[in-house]
């Protein structure tokens, strides 16, 4: 039995459907099994958990021998921190798995996290790899670039603004790189890592063939709902100040400053890992968004 823990999620519910559908034994944590008909629907057995809760992190854990952490957050909300749900949830899991002889932890890490990282976002997702290599468990540790695909939060929101601005808007510069990578070479990857013993307390890094610039990341997108418009670059300075304002007045803010941190750096990285270790060869980003976006959703 395999736990997928944030079955709901983007990661998760694409990841799911595809051990499902390769007959493999799931177990989903959600917190609210309400909101997981879908997953029942294919057959995955289905718990409530929360990772800030111990009982029910030994209860979801029992006799499994692999789990797959996959919760994490983008954006601190009240009650939901970076500290308390990378560090403290990642904690509360590993405890429970070693309690139930689990015998391979694979952690959802992020592509930038080292340690002294200038983003609460990267330094917390260090502390819990770090929590996750000194568990004694065998690991794997996966580091994507942005994922992309049908229900990701990035590709939903920038093209929903894309869509209502006269221009194309672009964050200061626009020129740090990142490698977008579809959901589906993410999901061959994960069930590559938990499928065998091969991957074992390894640490790989994914991207998808294209670095691209935040500019050419924003083209692309309105290319595909078939909308062309110059673009508007708009100054960091300014976003920075809307960023502070609207956290303090909104509990989910479009933008936080610690997401225009890391809009400020590269978030890249080789080939190596995906094709060597995974034997993926990563579709490109403009093939990757005509799977589900089009001219046609533009109104």
């Given at each position: 039995?395999?736990?997928?823990?944030?079955?709901?999620?983007?990661?998760?519910?694409?990841?799911?459907?595809?051990?499902?559908?390769?007959?493999?034994?799931?177990?989903?944590?959600?917190?609210?099994?309400?909101?997981?008909?879908?997953?029942?629907?294919?057959?995955?057995?289905v718990v409530s958990g929360d990772v800030s809760d111990p009982a029910s992190l030994e209860k979801a854990a029992t006799g499994v021998e692999r789990i797959v952490h996959l919760v994490g957050i983008i954006q601190e909300s009240a009650g939901s921190?970076?500290?308390?749900?990378?560090v403290d949830g990642t904690r509360n899991l590993l405890d429970a798995a070693k309690k139930n002889n689990v015998r391979h932890?694979?952690?959802q890490s992020a592509l930038g996290t080292r340690p002294n990282a200038k983003s609460e976002y990267h330094r917390t997702k260090w502390a819990a790899e770090e929590l996750v290599r000194a568990s004694g468990l065998s690991y794997t540790i996966l580091r994507p670039s942005l994922i992309y695909g049908?229900?990701?939060?990035?590709?939903?929101?920038?093209?929903?603004?894309?869509?209502?601005?006269?221009?194309?808007p672009v964050?200061?510069?626009?020129?740090s790189k990142i490698q977008p990578i579809f959901i589906d070479d993410v999901v061959s990857c994960i069930?590559?890592?938990?499928?065998?013993?091969?991957?074992?307390n390894e640490i790989y890094e994914l991207g998808g063939p294209q670095q691209l610039t935040y500019e050419e990341v924003t083209i692309a997108?309105?290319?595909?709902?078939?909308?062309h418009r110059p673009t508007v670059h708009v100054p960091l300075f300014f976003m920075k100040s809307m960023a502070n304002a609207l956290q303090a007045l909104l509990p989910k803010p479009p933008?936080?400053?610690?997401?225009?941190?890391?809009?400020?750096?590269?978030?890249?990285?080789?080939?190596?890992?995906?094709r060597e270790a995974f034997a993926v060869e990563p579709i490109s980003f403009q093939e990757g968004l005509g799977k589900f976006l089009s001219a046609s959703q533009h109104k």
């Amino acid at each position: 039995m395999i736990l997928v823990t944030g079955g709901t999620g983007f990661v998760g519910s694409h990841l799911i459907r595809r051990m499902r559908r390769e007959g493999l034994p799931v177990r989903a944590m959600v917190r609210n099994p309400d909101k997981a008909q879908a997953l029942k629907d294919l057959g995955a057995e289905v718990v409530s958990g929360d990772v800030s809760d111990p009982a029910s992190l030994e209860k979801a854990a029992t006799g499994v021998e692999r789990i797959v952490h996959l919760v994490g957050i983008i954006q601190e909300s009240a009650g939901s921190t970076f500290q308390a749900v990378h560090v403290d949830g990642t904690r509360n899991l590993l405890d429970a798995a070693k309690k139930n002889n689990v015998r391979h932890f694979f952690y959802q890490s992020a592509l930038g996290t080292r340690p002294n990282a200038k983003s609460e976002y990267h330094r917390t997702k260090w502390a819990a790899e770090e929590l996750v290599r000194a568990s004694g468990l065998s690991y794997t540790i996966l580091r994507p670039s942005l994922i992309y695909g049908p229900g990701d939060q990035f590709t939903i929101r920038l093209a929903e603004m894309i869509r209502l601005a006269p221009l194309l808007p672009v964050i200061g510069s626009g020129l740090s790189k990142i490698q977008p990578i579809f959901i589906d070479d993410v999901v061959s990857c994960i069930l590559t890592a938990v499928s065998g013993d091969s991957c074992f307390n390894e640490i790989y890094e994914l991207g998808g063939p294209q670095q691209l610039t935040y500019e050419e990341v924003t083209i692309a997108i309105a290319n595909a709902l078939g909308i062309h418009r110059p673009t508007v670059h708009v100054p960091l300075f300014f976003m920075k100040s809307m960023a502070n304002a609207l956290q303090a007045l909104l509990p989910k803010p479009p933008v936080t400053t610690d997401q225009l941190i890391m809009l400020q750096e590269d978030n890249v990285c080789n080939m190596r890992d995906i094709r060597e270790a995974f034997a993926v060869e990563p579709i490109s980003f403009q093939e990757g968004l005509g799977k589900f976006l089009s001219a046609s959703q533009h109104k």
